[in-house]
């Protein structure tokens, strides 16, 4: 469930072209996805790189006024998070030119995860995944310690950094505990915990994002497949309903089955924490692991 810690970052909405204050604004987005694409400019005073996230706004007023709000609540989350693991925010002005809302991050350099295990052509190996999964229940502990819920944790989210740290992105899709709760699901419906996919009032709870880090670890021993990589959102849910818990691959080492079936709890109240598994004795075993990137 959620704490009783409320606090509201100081971001804010302005009518103004960040390409006025950014120099080198990239015309062409660097990533696309849905109503939003990503472009690369230049701090003014550092000439340091960062990333700018253009969303759309829909010609629908309420839709619009909507569109705004989650862009003003993915600032918020990201200025609210001191975690390395999470994205951070690099203004807290949030701008609002040609029928679109700007978010201004840090630029992080290195590839996502899915990227990396499709180019990797093989399962991870369990050191790796163990590296990857610390420090994205690093974040989720900051995260979720701040009332919130990522609500779309998938391999596309995670960024690997070219210092071999991984790193959660989009917030797009943030629940926190003091706003209003969106009626859609959201996030890829692969991903989804049964609450979600039965659209219970829990559905926008931490609860979900241990869930989908779970079907995560299970898509990195898989070399980037989903179990239910076949089905549409519908014959998802259906499967959810009558056989919820994937099956694990049995070449899995106790540690890790243990971690992933804490994450596949069914029941999100008996469900792992996000602090419960900070403290999950598969980071023990495998704490003076290095990947080859951090050995460099």
Not at 139 to 155: F, G, N, Q, T, Y
Not at 273 to 283: K, V, W
Request: aromatic share 8%; hydrophobic share 35%.
């Amino acid at each position: 469930m959620y704490k009783s810690y409320n606090r509201q970052p100081n971001v804010k909405l302005v009518n103004a072209d960040p390409a006025q204050i950014y120099s080198n604004m990239s015309p062409t987005p660097i990533c696309m996805g849905g109503q939003a694409t990503i472009h690369t400019c230049r701090h003014p005073q550092t000439g340091r790189r960062i990333a700018v996230k253009r969303i759309c706004l829909p010609r629908s007023i309420s839709e619009k006024q909507k569109t705004r709000q989650m862009a003003i609540n993915e600032a918020a989350a990201l200025a609210s998070c001191k975690c390395k693991s999470v994205v951070r925010l690099a203004d807290s002005n949030i701008y609002e030119a040609y029928d679109s809302v700007f978010i201004i991050m840090e630029y992080i350099s290195g590839r996502t995860l899915y990227d990396a295990l499709i180019r990797h052509r093989r399962p991870f190996e369990e050191p790796e995944i163990v590296k990857i999964l610390k420090d994205i229940v690093d974040a989720l502990v900051e995260v979720h310690d701040h009332d919130m819920a990522h609500c779309d944790i998938k391999s596309d989210n995670i960024i690997i950094a070219d210092d071999g740290t991984a790193r959660l992105i989009d917030f797009g899709f943030v629940a926190m505990a003091n706003s209003e709760k969106d009626a859609s699901p959201h996030g890829q419906y692969q991903y989804w915990a049964p609450e979600v996919a039965a659209h219970l009032d829990t559905m926008h709870m931490p609860s979900r994002d241990i869930w989908a880090l779970g079907i995560m670890t299970l898509e990195m021993l898989q070399q980037g497949q989903l179990s239910s990589g076949a089905m549409d959102s519908w014959e998802y849910m259906q499967h959810l309903a009558t056989n919820p818990i994937p099956s694990i691959p049995s070449y899995s080492s106790p540690a890790l089955r243990s971690f992933i079936e804490r994450c596949l709890d069914v029941d999100p109240d008996t469900r792992a924490t996000a602090s419960e598994l900070h403290r999950h004795s598969i980071f023990e075993e495998h704490s003076s692991y290095e990947s080859p990137t951090d050995s460099d």
